[in-house]
């Protein structure tokens, strides 16, 4: 089990689909009456963890509720079998995707937070938190707001395969079949699972190198190492054909601000100001020299700017 930083009476387990999901929550820091900021569900990124949002946590209960969640395959959740198209179903299986995951966000919201909710995202975390926020609008259900911290844009995408270079659409179908492969997807992920290659993937979401720290490693280094973790990451990159955010920004009511650094080394700030222009992005913030990972890497200039957009989402 990962060695969680938060206090151990904010550390809970939730029951859903049969599966164990791991998430805190932590109390408001001063009783506010009804109605009063709503809670914030904090969704990470492909790889990382609730701990990611480390530094976020303790300057958000000043406000507001704070919840942080594991999404199934990563963290301290549950890490069933992966089930790809195609594949048989297996008892306990599951086809991880952005809509897995979003249905777990909205059941959570629905069955733990129980109430109106703020939703923030961080990478892949971002697509969840907009697929989670159109679910919750088809519901019926309240949701102030949704703020994206350097959104994934799932470039290998097949609905982006005409933005890719010649050579890799050619060998497309060579690649779809090669990482169905379980001998193929277990060895690179054990290659990867690595401190050392850890920190020199950080050293890249994080271009000016503030806060790589070795308790930052250890945090995605330990549920890498647990068993079944190899599973979330076949299921991951198999996604050929699955939710992105350009798609769903088109579709979404809810206000969504962005928050992104100029330096991102994955998702390009032009992408960003692109999405700007959807009817629902309310605002962008961009933060000079700041890479993938903002809130981590500089949280005492993301943090104001994460406190002003939930409560904007709360008027």
Same mark, same amino acid.
């Given at each position: #089990?990962?060695?969680?930083?938060?206090?151990?009476?904010?550390?809970?387990?939730?029951?859903?689909?049969?599966?164990?999901?791991?998430?805190?929550?932590?109390?408001?820091?001063?009783?506010?009456?009804?109605?009063?900021?709503?809670?914030?569900?904090?969704? =990470?990124?492909?790889?990382?963890?609730?701990?990611? /949002?480390?530094?976020?946590?303790?300057?958000?209960?000043?406000?507001?509720?704070?919840?942080?969640?594991?999404?199934?395959?990563?963290?301290?959740?549950? *890490?069933?079998?992966?089930?790809?198209?195609?594949?048989?179903?297996?008892?306990?299986?599951?086809?991880?995707?952005?809509?897995?995951?979003? @249905?777990?966000?909205?059941?959570?919201?629905?069955?733990?937070?129980?109430?109106?909710?703020?939703?923030?995202?961080?990478?892949?975390?971002?697509?969840?938190?907009?697929?989670?926020?159109?679910?919750?609008?088809?519901?019926?259900?309240?949701?102030?707001?949704?703020?994206?911290?350097?959104?994934?844009?799932?470039?290998?995408? @097949? *609905?982006?395969?005409?933005?890719?270079?010649?050579?890799?659409? /050619?060998?497309?179908?060579?690649?779809?079949?090669?990482?169905?492969?379980?001998?193929?997807?277990?060895?690179?992920?054990?290659?990867?699972?690595?401190?050392?290659?850890?920190?020199?993937?950080?050293?890249?979401?994080?271009?000016?190198?503030?806060?790589?720290? $070795?308790?930052?490693?250890?945090?995605?280094?330990?549920?890498?190492?647990?068993?079944?973790?190899?599973?979330?990451?076949?299921?991951?990159?198999?996604?050929?054909? $699955?939710?992105?955010?350009?798609?769903?920004?088109? @579709?979404?009511?809810?206000?969504?601000? #962005?928050?992104?650094?100029?330096? @991102?080394?994955?998702?390009?700030?032009?992408?960003?100001?692109?999405?700007?222009?959807?009817?629902?992005?309310?605002?962008?913030?961009?933060?000079?020299?700041?890479? =993938?990972?903002? =809130? $981590?890497?500089?949280?005492?200039?993301?943090?104001?700017?994460?406190?002003?957009?939930?409560?904007?989402?709360?008027?």
């Amino acid at each position: #089990m990962t060695d969680s930083i938060y206090p151990l009476n904010w550390q809970r387990r939730w029951s859903w689909q049969g599966h164990s999901v791991a998430y805190i929550v932590g109390p408001q820091q001063d009783r506010v009456e009804p109605p009063g900021p709503s809670p914030v569900v904090l969704i =990470h990124g492909f790889g990382a963890c609730k701990e990611h /949002w480390r530094h976020n946590v303790p300057p958000l209960l000043g406000e507001r509720a704070v919840f942080a969640i594991d999404l199934l395959g990563f963290g301290e959740s549950d *890490k069933p079998r992966s089930r790809l198209e195609g594949e048989p179903e297996e008892a306990g299986s599951c086809r991880y995707c952005i809509d897995l995951w979003a @249905d777990q966000v909205v059941a959570f919201v629905d069955e733990v937070v129980q109430g109106p909710v703020q939703l923030v995202g961080n990478s892949i975390g971002g697509v969840v938190a907009l697929a989670a926020a159109r679910q919750l609008e088809q519901l019926g259900q309240s949701v102030g707001g949704v703020v994206l911290i350097d959104c994934a844009q799932r470039a290998l995408d @097949d *609905k982006r395969l005409a933005e890719q270079p010649p050579l890799r659409r /050619w060998g497309r179908p060579l690649l779809k079949s090669l990482v169905r492969q379980r001998w193929l997807t277990g060895g690179l992920f054990h290659q990867l699972s690595k401190a050392s290659i850890i920190r020199k993937v950080l050293e890249q979401a994080y271009p000016t190198r503030q806060n790589i720290d $070795d308790q930052l490693v250890q945090l995605l280094l330990q549920p890498a190492q647990q068993p079944g973790a190899s599973e979330a990451f076949r299921g991951f990159i198999n996604l050929f054909n $699955d939710r992105i955010a350009p798609e769903l920004l088109a @579709d979404l009511r809810t206000p969504v601000r #962005m928050i992104w650094g100029q330096s @991102d080394p994955w998702e390009p700030i032009s992408e960003a100001r692109r999405w700007s222009t959807f009817a629902c992005v309310q605002e962008l913030v961009e933060l000079p020299r700041l890479g =993938h990972c903002p =809130h $981590d890497e500089a949280p005492d200039q993301v943090n104001p700017h994460l406190l002003e957009a939930l409560r904007q989402g709360d008027r």
